[in-house]
């Protein structure tokens, strides 16, 4: 019995066109009596159906992709980017960079070699230049027109993230670097019409500097106009921006376990909740499930890039940081958002406390990032200048308590400096395993050395519980003294080695220049003994001390 016409699935006419094309047939032969150009432009004024559309690409394999509908996708990709250049165009260009989104996102997601985008998408190498740079040429002409839609280059600068993120370092991306699309990603930031792109808009500016950052360099504009830019307004709006993204990102851990300092009030109420029928007896884990990690850190995170391209390699960019730590928020009806550097410092102590808890790559680049980061601002004696002074109770940073051993609860007047050392005891305490990431504890150590370094300079008696930094350190020595032989690294043991060696050498040197009292001093030196348990590391250790300074 035949099922009744209402159960029929009913094609929409965008679905039944684009099904057409894939099984090979010509714009001719299903709009007959329409020339090419009309065919084109009533399917791009259909309202896409993303998730067909993503559904149908995701299910090709890369070799029908270079085969059998290398016609369609080159005909799709290229009639697309003059559609969405044509100024006259309302709908179609709006559905014409939704398209190119999709088809970007899904095509390069095949791990498909750098000739075979072109093959692809220009139909060929030879046709690559001209079919690519129209492309980049459409981006930026919509992104610098200041007559198009705001929600229209909204959507072009999407399209640019998702290319460059999608094509990696593949030769394709370098076509981004033939055109300075600099001016253009600017006016969006400090447009107040687009500025709340802001975020979009400096994360495709830092993936630009970052493409073939370390062999071609010199080559990238955008890492020159990063570095000579003297526009102030645009770095504020690039700090606004990472200052609520971080914040939100910081929020997503604290949403997962509750580790705010207790306080007598909250004391008090846990007893009562805990005398409850229900919760009688319940012990409460102090350390969060890694499964509630794996959504950890959010996307929002992805604002540290920005910031720290911008704090590398432009020195004004670390004065408006600074400025903004004691400038009021401008918005007054929602909760205040805590200064951008003291929301790096926060994000920074939750990344680092977990970055092994998932052991993914990703976690791992980011708590690589946020070291890195944490070396930047260790090394700019204006940011240092400013971090040794005390903290105004109302901002006080916030660092992670949700892995044991605890931190010390610190005082609400401390220095922000504090939080540097305290951000990386947490990545030596949690981080020790067999596959050891080398280069990051390599960073911790050099940030170490840099803090210390810049106290014994200036002649800073910190008061910080530097027992807890001597221990995390004189444990790393240890944790490589008993692991030598079995872990898994891609090299440099014995620089990490050297390099933890000359921090504790720094520090017994210049103790009575950084150390508060006779006590710290006397707590380190006892920490610096332990070491003669590890005698496989005397040898390492002369080296180290041969080596010029």
């Not at 990696?168 to 709340?196: M, N």
């Not at 994360?203 to 020159?224: E, M, Q, V």
């Not at 007047?413 to 990545?427: G, K, S």
Request: with cysteine; aromatic share 8%; glycine share 2%.
């Amino acid at each position: 019995m035949n099922a009744p016409r209402s159960s029929w699935p009913i094609s929409s006419r965008y679905v039944t066109i684009i099904n057409k094309l894939f099984q090979g047939l010509s714009p001719a032969q299903i709009s007959p009596g329409h020339d090419e150009q009309r065919f084109w432009q009533e399917l791009l004024s259909l309202e896409p159906d993303r998730t067909f559309l993503t559904r149908l690409l995701s299910t090709l394999s890369k070799d029908e992709c270079l085969i059998s509908h290398k016609l369609v996708l080159h005909a799709l990709f290229t009639v697309c980017t003059v559609f969405a250049a044509d100024r006259k165009g309302k709908e179609t260009r709006s559905h014409a960079i939704d398209t190119l989104s999709v088809m970007l996102h899904t095509v390069l997601a095949k791990n498909l070699a750098g000739w075979e985008v072109m093959e692809i998408f220009a139909n060929s190498v030879n046709e690559a230049d001209r079919v690519f740079m129209e492309f980049v040429g459409m981006v930026a002409d919509v992104l610098g027109d200041n007559d198009a839609p705001e929600a229209l280059r909204h959507q072009v600068l999407q399209l640019a993230v998702v290319f460059m993120c999608s094509i990696s370092q593949l030769s394709p991306g370098a076509y981004f670097l033939r055109r300075d699309l600099f001016p253009c990603i600017a006016k969006v930031i400090t447009s107040p019409d687009t500025q709340r792109f802001t975020f979009e808009a400096s994360l495709l500016l830092s993936i630009l500097a970052n493409f073939h950052k370390s062999d071609a360099a010199r080559l990238n504009p955008y890492l020159r106009r990063i570095r000579d830019t003297q526009d102030t307004e645009l770095m504020r709006k690039i700090c606004w921006a990472a200052g609520f993204a971080l914040d939100a990102a910081v929020k997503a851990y604290q949403q997962i376990s509750d580790d705010s300092i207790p306080t007598f009030a909250k004391s008090v109420g846990a007893l009562f909740t805990s005398l409850l029928p229900d919760r009688a007896l319940v012990m409460q884990p102090l350390d969060v499930p890694r499964d509630f990690l794996k959504t950890q850190p959010i996307e929002a995170t992805v604002s540290l890039l920005p910031v720290f391209e911008f704090l590398f390699f432009n020195p004004l960019f670390a004065q408006v940081l600074l400025d903004m730590i004691h400038k009021p928020s401008d918005n007054k009806q929602s909760a205040p958002v805590p200064p951008l550097a003291y929301n790096i410092l926060s994000l920074s102590s939750y990344v680092l406390t977990h970055a092994s808890s998932s052991a993914s790559p990703r976690t791992l680049a980011y708590a690589n990032l946020a070291l890195n980061t944490l070396l930047v601002m260790s090394e700019n004696s204006a940011i240092m200048s400013v971090f040794c002074e005390p903290t105004p109770s109302k901002e006080v940073i916030r660092l992670c308590r949700q892995r044991l051993p605890l931190l010390p609860v610190p005082s609400s007047t401390r220095a922000p400096i504090c939080a540097v050392l305290d951000c990386c005891v947490l990545w030596l305490r949690h981080n020790l395993h067999k596959r050891l990431e080398v280069y990051t504890f390599t960073t911790c150590i050099w940030t170490c050395h840099r803090v210390i370094w810049y106290l014994q300079k200036e002649r800073i008696r910190l008061e910080y519980d530097w027992l807890e930094l001597w221990k995390a350190v004189v444990d790393l020595l240890g944790f490589l003294s008993g692991k030598l032989d079995s872990l898994v690294t891609t090299g440099g043991i014995e620089r990490l080695v050297q390099e933890t060696i000359r921090l504790l050498d720094l520090a017994l040197r210049k103790a009575d220049l950084i150390l508060p009292t006779p006590t710290a001093v006397h707590e380190f030196i006892v920490s610096r003994l332990r070491m003669i348990n590890y005698p496989e590391f005397i040898g390492v250790s002369m080296k180290s001390f041969a080596l010029p300074r």
